[in-house]
């Protein structure tokens, strides 16, 4: 292997443990795919415990506005096995990846909790892995929270945000999301939905089940109609 090659790699290597992204080699297909993996909990403005498994929004907003600006990158994986997290920092990311112009597919492996939902659904096509889960329950603050009609004004204003985001992304209607969030017969000591495979493309909340074979498959799909789309427009623009 050529030292140049070793470099690679190794940067590469840097590059995944850092920041969990990495842009796929090109393949037989020659689409260029950008992994992004969004993992632990979404860290916000605090940093968390060294012991924690975090996602640094930090991180992924400004790959994210490179990804936009790069010629050489056709589309995006999404990868989610997520706690869920800081509110803001989520919703940033989940309208980052909404806005994206190249092709955006999301897979929810392990779990993909709490504000992880509006990220799963932010994507172009989204799938779930049989066994995965997606818990659904209403907004929580930590530290102090002052007791006064503002408060429950400012906690119900955060909430229509996230059901707003999520319905306008998926095929849920915000009534029944919101039955889902107050759901009180399902957590033991909490208000809420868990959603598991199956669960979540019948609520409307993922459009398919599947695993990574499918998520690539459909991902090189969407990238190959884009181009043709593109192709097809040049051609009658340079006709006229």
């Known amino acids: 292997m050529s030292e140049k090659k070793v470099e690679e790699e190794k940067h590469r290597s840097e590059r995944i443990e850092e920041t969990g992204q990495v842009t796929l080699d090109k393949n037989s297909k020659q689409n260029n795919i950008h992994l992004i993996t969004i993992i632990g909990e979404v860290e916000g403005h605090d940093n968390l415990g060294s012991n924690s498994k975090t996602t640094k929004y930090e991180h992924i907003l400004p790959q994210l506005a490179a990804i936009e600006d790069s010629k050489d990158i056709d589309g995006v994986l999404v990868l989610l096995n997520t706690m869920g997290g800081d509110v803001e920092a989520g919703l940033a990311i989940a309208e980052m990846i909404a806005s994206l112009s190249k092709p955006t597919v999301s897979l929810v492996l ?8 509006p990220i799963a659904v932010s994507t172009d096509y989204s799938y779930i ?111 006229g």
């Open 129 to 239: 892995v049989p066994t995965g889960t997606m818990v659904i329950h209403p907004v929580r603050m930590n530290g102090m929270v002052i007791g006064v009609p503002q408060t429950f004004d400012y906690f119900k204003q955060i909430q229509n945000r996230i059901t707003g985001f999520v319905c306008a992304h998926c095929g849920i209607s915000q009534d029944r999301l919101e039955e889902l969030m107050m759901e009180t017969g399902v957590l033991t000591k909490d208000v809420g939905t868990i959603l598991v495979g199956e669960e979540a493309v019948e609520e409307g909340i993922i459009r398919e089940t599947g695993g990574i074979r499918q998520a690539m498959s459909k991902l090189h799909s969407l990238i190959d109609k884009k181009k043709k789309t593109v192709s097809l427009k040049k051609g009658s623009k340079s006709c």
């Open 110 to 117: 392990g779990g993909s909790h709490s504000i992880g939902v």
